[in-house]
């Protein structure tokens, strides 16, 4: 008789897991949203720091689609998660993308351009375009966990495509 209390205390539990990660779902959702909208005016100047090289060094090519289609993914990934189209999957992709920008500003970090060199990360948007490059490296690292919540938290199966509001409140 001991286990019920355990029970009941995971039961309580369960009940909000949809919750946070619907959540997380929508709040990194909307970050990507905004990322994507503020680098699509200013595509030219956003990814000069990319690896911590000028673009010129970089293989055109490389920087060309990362510059051009990196947005656009972006804005995307963002509409899908907040909406909660196929969460699971774009959470996976989002895990993956804040990996490699983690992977980008910690080596512009090493480089010596994390204190004054602003990150372009969230390209024209008034405050956030102004953000350092290790501010952007805390907010990758939430990005990173946020992903992770959803893809351990959120209430559908892995294929889901119906969006989380369109389901009643015993659907799971």
């Known amino acids: ?22 959540g997380a779902a929508v709040i990194l959702g909307g970050i990507f949203i905004i990322a994507g909208a503020g680098k ?15 673009r010129s060094t ?34 996976v992709l989002s895990i993956v993308l804040s990996l490699a920008f983690i992977v980008n500003n910690s080596i512009a970090v090493f480089q010596g351009w ?17 953000m350092t490059i290790t501010q952007a490296l805390w907010i990758d690292i939430g990005m990173l966990a946020l992903g992770l919540v959803i ?4 209430p559908k199966g892995w294929l889901a495509v119906r969006p989380w509001f369109l389901y009643k409140g015993g659907d799971d």
């Open 1 to 22: 008789m001991k286990s019920l209390p355990k029970v009941a205390f995971l039961t309580g539990v369960m009940r909000y897991k949809r919750w946070v990660g619907i």
């Open 40 to 54: 699509i005016p200013q595509q030219t100047e956003s990814y000069i720091i990319l690896f911590g090289l000028p």
């Open 58 to 91: 970089f293989e055109p090519l490389l920087a060309n689609y990362i510059e051009l289609w990196l947005p656009r993914v972006e804005l995307g990934l963002g509409v899908l998660l907040v909406l909660g189209v196929a969460a699971r999957p774009m959470s």
């Open 114 to 130: 994390g204190g004054g060199c602003p990150c372009g990360c969230f390209g024209a948007i008034p405050i956030l375009g102004q």
């Open 151 to 154: 893809l351990f938290c959120y």
